[in-house]
């Protein structure tokens, strides 16, 4: 399996085939509950980081399944925070900020969704880069008990 | 381990199709490939029975999205049914339920389309 743990166990990096998807799932699982978030909440985390992967691998790799995607975790001041690494083009989807569910059927585009999904899941989503280095989003959720 | 599979069931002219595991972006093509052959059967009245679904991400709800015009330009439908709570909260966060028909249990679903109210 392309998979690879590294010592300090929060950070998970695999290679962009989409078949990976399951294993970073269960590795966001595992975490969100260790820090102690919900099943429900677990669920949601879950989804986003899903949604972040699938748009690397579609957007930033083109879906080719070979290049390293690298998911890095950490817990501070009641937030979790999952830093997604890669090396591929750049792109950007800040522009899509509202969803217009009408607009996605008439044209039958589905891109989108997964941006709007992420946005409303977590607490902040942020996208940054260093052209021709890296591409990084940061998705962060707040424990609230 | 299969992560995601399909299976349909013919009840007359209505088509109802199981959905079962994990549709992500990497299964996603195994329901296109389930909705494109039954296109090719002019199959355009389907029901899907999402209660042995376990998990769903935007690239699945891409799949209904791809063929629900084309299954209403041929006078059928997608309608949902059996959706567990987080399936269904995902559909919801999405408006879904203002585009499909989504019922609680298949046979209601079904006699949508028969007219057996």
């Given at each position: 399996m392309n998979m690879n743990l590294d010592n300090s166990k929060n950070r998970l990096i695999v290679k962009s085939s989409t078949a990976n998807l399951i294993t970073i799932r269960k590795f966001i699982n595992n975490k969100a509950k260790t820090y102690g978030f919900s099943s429900s909440e677990t669920e949601d985390i879950v989804l986003a980081v899903d949604e972040a992967c699938t748009n690397i691998i579609k957007h930033s790799y083109h879906s080719k399944p070979n290049f390293d995607i690298e998911i890095t975790v950490s817990f501070s001041d009641n937030n979790f925070n999952i830093k997604i690494i890669d090396y591929g083009e750049t792109f950007e989807p800040a522009s899509i900020k509202e969803l217009n569910l009408e607009l996605y059927r008439k044209q039958r585009r589905v891109g989108g969704l997964g941006v709007y999904l992420m946005k409303?899941?977590?607490?902040?989503?942020?996208y940054s880069f260093v052209k021709n280095k890296y591409n990084q989003v940061l998705l962060i959720k707040k424990l609230i008990h | 381990m299969t992560e995601f599979n399909t299976s349909t069931k013919e009840i007359g002219d209505v088509n109802v199709v199981y959905l079962n595991g994990f549709l992500d972006a990497h299964t996603a093509s195994v329901l296109e490939d389930t909705f494109?052959?039954?296109v090719e059967h002019k199959k355009f009245k389907l029901v899907v029975n999402l209660k042995d679904l376990d998990y769903i991400s935007s690239a699945g709800l891409g799949v209904f999205m791809a063929f629900i015009e084309k299954m209403r330009e041929n006078k059928g439908d997608i309608k949902l049914t059996s959706m567990n709570e987080k399936v269904f909260?995902?559909?919801?966060?999405?408006?879904?339920?203002?585009?499909?028909e989504i019922f609680d249990n298949e046979e209601d679903a079904v006699n949508k389309f028969t007219g057996n109210e």
């Open positions: 409303t899941l977590m607490d902040d989503v942020t | 494109s052959s039954l909260n995902i559909f919801d966060l999405l408006g879904f339920p203002l585009l499909y």
